[in-house]
Nanobody, 114 residues
Framework: VQLQASGGGLVQAGESLRLSCTTS????????MAWYRQAPGQQREMVAT???????NYADSVKGRFTISRDNAWNTVYLQMNSLKPDDTAVYYC?????????WGKGTLVTVSS
């Protein structure tokens, strides 16, 4: 399974970005798709997860501002990020879990200026 994230960039506080992550390879046995982020000097943290069945889970810090979604075929996962804050600055990684095995894509950098 390969993942390719895109959509990062430099924005001002209050603006929006939409991240996309396209997958290739077999996703038979897919359990969930997710976005994580890692800020400089910080541990990687879960931002948002969407499970088969479309149950979603968000970090408290992004609830009400970020929305995770996916395409009909479960090939692409999106992260709509609104009302961005400087604290959202990080490298964002997409993740899929297939048959309980995690796969990671290369990150995309999001920088939010104040």
């Amino acid at each position: 399974v390969q993942l390719q994230a895109s959509g990062g960039g430099l924005v001002q506080a209050g603006e929006s970005l939409r991240l996309s992550c396209t997958t290739s390879g077999s996703l038979a046995g897919l359990n969930a798709m997710a976005w994580y982020r890692q800020a400089p000097g910080q541990q990687r943290e879960m931002v948002a997860t969407i499970y088969k069945g479309d149950y979603t889970n968000y970090a408290d810090s992004v609830k009400g501002r970020f929305t995770i979604s996916r395409d009909n075929a479960w090939n692409t996962v999106y992260l709509q990020m609104n009302s961005l804050k400087p604290d959202d600055t990080a490298v964002y990684y997409c993740n899929v879990v297939v048959s309980r095995n995690p796969y990671w894509g290369k990150g995309t950098l999001v920088t939010v200026s104040s």
